[in-house]
C-alpha cells in the first residue's frame, strides 16, 4: 500500500488559502548524473562551472513551461527553490495555468462509507494520491464536476449543497432554492464556462403522484453563480415515465435518463434520454412537453451514465441479455449526434471479466477524452481513451475490499489551481 501510494503532507499557500496538496516524491538524480552514471565523484569539481537554466530564463517563460506541467509535477517544482515556489503561488501563474486547455481528468475512490477520505488517479503519471474532500461526511453524496470543480449534495436532506475545488479545498455553499424539497429520485449536474468563471448548476427532481404509479412529478431547478439564484424553468406530470439519478450539462444543454414505469412495451424502451435548453427563460410559454424530445436508447440497457465529453455527450451503458434485459452481459459506449446514437466502442470481453463479478449496475465518468469505468463490488478502475479508442487498466488502488458486501464508488474531476467556486 504505501509503494503505490503518494501522501499529499507539505503546505503550500496559493492566494491565502492553504492548500495541503504537494506530494512527497523520491528525490530524481540530474540528467548529468544519471547519463555520466556517477553522482558524487564529479559533483565537487563542477559544481563552480555549471551553470543554472533556471537563472536564463525570465520569469514569465518560467512560468509558462510550468504552467504545461502535469499537476502533481507543479506541486513538485514549488519544492524546487525559493524562486519556483514563489512563481507558483502567483496571481500571473495562476493567469498562466487558465491558458492551458486541460489537465487529464484524475478519478477519486472512496475507501469506505463511512468517511469522506480516499485516493485519487492521475492518469499522466500513474499513481494514486491520498486525497480527503471536504465538508463531505461520507460518500453518500450527489456529485457532479465541470473543469476543475465539483459540487456535492446531501443526499439525506437533499437542502445542502455546495461547489468546491478538491485541489485547493475552497468551497463556496449554495443556498437550497425556496421551492426545494426531497423526492424520490433527484440527479445533479454542473457546467462551468471557464471564460466567464460563470457556473451552472441544475437538480432535476421526481417524486411519484400519490396513489397513481404510472404519474410522476417532475421539475427542474437551475442555480446561476452569476445571479446567484435559482429558477424553477420546469414543472411538469410524466404518465408512464419517472425521472432518475442521471443528468449532464453539454452545450447549454440539459441531458437526464428517464425510466419507463409501464410492465408492458419493449426492453429497448425501458430507458429514454430528454433535454431542456437552458437558455430558455423561465415560464416560456412555448415549451414543448420533455417526453417530446425523448430519445430511444440504441439497445437494451441494465444502466446509462451520461457523459460530457468536450461538449460531446457519451454514454455508457450496461447492455442486458436478449432474453433476461436486467442481467449485465456487456458495456458499450456511444454518442448522440442529433438525435441518433452511433456506438463508439465496446467493452472487449477480457476487460469485463477482469472486473470479476460484475452488478448490473455501475458507475462511469469523464472528462475531455477520458472515461472511467468502476463496479461497485471491487475497486479496480478501467480506462478508454476516446481518442486512442484504447482500454487500459489504471494502476492497482491501494483500497481493497474487506468484506463481501463492501460498496466502491467514485467520480473523476480535473485538477486545477486557478479555478475557484
Not at 228 to 244: D, F, I, N, Q, Y
Not at 290 to 315: A, Q, Y
Not at 327 to 333: R, S
Amino acid at each position: 500500500m504505501e509503494e503505490a501510494t503518494t501522501s499529499w503532507t507539505t503546505d503550500l499557500c496559493i492566494n491565502d488559502s492553504m492548500v495541503e496538496v504537494i506530494p512527497e516524491y523520491q528525490t530524481f538524480p540530474l540528467l548529468s548524473e544519471v547519463e555520466n552514471g556517477t553522482m558524487d565523484e564529479q559533483a565537487s569539481d563542477k559544481d563552480s562551472l555549471s551553470v543554472s537554466l533556471d537563472f536564463l530564463l525570465p520569469d514569465d517563460l518560467l512560468e509558462r513551461i510550468l504552467a504545461n506541467l502535469p499537476m502533481a509535477s507543479i506541486f513538485r517544482a514549488g519544492t524546487v527553490c525559493k524562486r519556483w515556489l514563489e512563481i507558483v503561488k502567483s496571481e500571473r501563474f495562476l493567469w498562466h495555468l487558465s491558458k492551458v486547455t486541460s489537465q487529464k481528468p484524475w478519478y477519486f475512490m472512496f475507501t469506505s462509507s463511512e468517511d469522506p477520505s480516499g485516493f485519487a488517479y492521475d492518469p499522466i503519471l500513474k499513481k494514486w494520491y491520498s486525497l480527503d474532500l471536504p465538508r463531505i461526511q461520507n460518500q453518500n453524496w450527489f456529485m457532479a464536476s465541470s473543469n476543475g470543480l465539483v459540487c456535492f449534495m446531501d443526499n439525506n436532506n437533499k437542502n445542502e449543497l455546495f461547489v468546491c475545488n478538491p485541489i485547493t479545498k475552497a468551497c463556496k455553499d449554495l443556498k437550497a432554492a425556496p421551492d426545494f424539497k426531497p423526492s424520490d429520485y433527484m440527479a445533479l449536474s454542473l457546467s462551468l464556462d471557464r471564460r466567464r468563471n460563470f457556473y451552472t448548476v441544475a437538480v432535476v427532481r421526481s417524486e411519484q403522484v400519490p396513489d397513481d404509479f404510472l404519474r410522476w412529478d417532475l421539475s427542474i431547478h437551475v442555480y446561476h453563480s452569476g445571479t446567484a439564484m435559482w429558477a424553477t424553468p420546469v414543472k411538469e406530470s410524466l404518465v408512464g415515465w419517472r425521472g432518475g439519478d442521471e443528468s449532464v450539462i453539454c452545450n447549454g444543454i440539459l441531458y437526464c435518463l428517464i425510466y419507463s414505469t409501464s410492465v408492458v412495451g419493449s426492453s429497448e424502451n425501458r430507458h429514454g434520454l430528454v433535454s431542456y435548453d437552458l437558455s430558455l427563460t423561465c415560464g416560456t410559454s412555448n415549451r414543448r412537453s420533455l417526453v417530446r424530445s425523448l430519445v430511444p436508447m440504441p439497445c437494451s440497457l441494465t444502466c446509462g451514465r451520461l457523459i460530457n465529453l468536450k461538449e460531446r455527450l457519451v454514454m455508457v451503458g450496461g447492455i442486458g441479455k436478449h432474453d433476461r434485459p436486467d442481467i449485465i452481459k456487456g458495456i458499450g459506449i456511444w454518442e448522440l449526434q442529433k438525435t441518433v446514437w452511433k456506438e463508439i466502442a465496446r467493452m472487449p470481453h477480457k476487460f469485463f471479466q477482469g472486473f470479476g463479478e460484475f452488478d448490473d449496475v455501475f458507475t462511469s465518468s469523464g472528462t475531455h477524452d477520458l472515461i472511467y469505468i468502476q463496479s461497485y463490488g471491487a475497486p479496480a478502475l478501467l480506462i478508454f481513451d476516446m481518442n486512442l479508442k484504447q482500454w487500459k487498466w489504471s494502476q492497482k488502488c491501494p483500497v481493497s475490499k474487506r468484506f463481501p458486501l463492501q460498496l466502491f464508488t467514485g467520480f473523476c474531476f480535473e485538477p486545477r489551481l486557478e479555478v475557484i467556486p
